[in-house]
DNA sequence: ATACGGTCCTGTTCGC
DNA sequence: TGCGAACAGGACCGTA
């Protein structure tokens, strides 16, 4: 699943190829895919023919690509959602949504999303981010995030510090997978109370956050210069370098334990019993 | 205000 | 072999 490494890649995929592009027409095949832009499909299109893409940007799982009439296409791509560039002739899959054709013949951009959980909208980009997501917070990498605020607000709450780092409205970018590779190396229960963590504890935990983005992303980062920006996030630029995530069954790197798999929030949660123990 | 379980989706995997 | 159930989970929404 796409989290924010698998986005930042497309971010600068997208960035490369689809730039200083205009757009030339705009074919939505399925409606679910703008159910968030109210005023429907032939408004969506209206906003986005001959519009020119500047600049393609990102705050934690979501992208907008700029446009010079001041709006912005914001685009999340949800559990399945793929931007590709790709040849204008190439035969259309099944799972199609959205696609772009630009002035400049020969590539066009498509969005194709299995399982319509990622959507896109046509808004106004309002202080430096579309208003739609004015409550999503700073991720670790814009310059606005604050690692001390964040780890105040984080220590202020009493519930489990995997809801927190789920929580986009606390710390942007970070998905099931991410949160419990995170929790691993900060050596965290994700049940642990957040405010029962010492303020080193956050930190280190944010730090890990940031240093397995990294990772993920330097993992990632080889085929910016492909033709085809295809990511799924699932095939997993990172994958080798899981610790928790999908390795139940199979022994802790750091201690041999045996990896756990628990139900937690109607989702699954990997962790090591010895070293990351519930209390 | 915060907290939290339910809901949306469909291709794939699993179990009977 | 076939078919239904379970599963994957990010964001949102209603309720407490």
Redesign the pocket.
């Known amino acids: 699943?796409p989290?924010l490494p698998e986005v930042e890649v497309i971010r600068r995929g997208v960035q490369r190829w689809a730039a200083q592009q205009r757009i030339s027409e705009v074919e939505v095949t399925h409606p679910?895919a703008i159910r968030r832009h109210l005023p429907g499909a032939e408004d969506f299109r209206a906003r986005l023919r001959n519009a020119v893409i500047t600049s393609v940007n990102r705050r934690?799982?979501?992208l907008w690509l700029a446009l010079d009439t001041g709006e912005a296409l914001l685009c999340?791509l949800?559990?399945s959602g793929q931007l590709l560039i790709t040849d204008d002739d190439a035969p259309v899959g099944?799972?199609l949504r959205v696609r772009f054709e630009f002035e400049e013949p020969g590539h066009e951009l498509r969005f194709v999303d299995?399982?319509?959980?990622g959507e896109m909208l046509v808004d106004n980009p309002a202080n430096g981010g579309p208003r739609?997501i004015e409550?999503i917070a700073f991720d670790v990498y814009n310059s606005e995030f604050d690692i001390a605020s964040t780890t105040a607000r984080i220590r202020k709450?009493?519930?489990g510090i995997k809801?927190i780092l789920?929580d986009?409205t606390v710390i942007s970018g970070i998905?099931?997978?991410y949160a419990d590779e995170a929790l691993w190396r900060a050596q965290l229960h994700g049940e642990h109370p957040a405010n029962q963590l010492a303020t080193g504890q956050v930190h280190d935990l944010i730090s890990h956050v940031r240093a397995l983005f990294d990772e993920a992303i330097t993992a990632g980062g080889t085929s910016f210069d492909a033709l085809y920006v295809n990511t799924n996030g699932e095939s997993g630029y990172f994958s080798r370098g899981l610790s928790a995530y999908g390795r139940a069954g199979q022994p802790c790197r750091r201690c041999h334990a045996t990896i756990v798999l628990e139900r937690f929030?109607?989702?699954?949660s990997h962790y090591c019993p010895s070293c990351q123990p519930k209390r």
């Open positions: 699943m989290e679910r934690g799982k979501y999340h949800g559990m099944k799972h299995q399982r319509t959980f739609h409550h709450s009493n519930r809801r789920l986009q998905g099931n997978i929030m109607n989702r699954s």
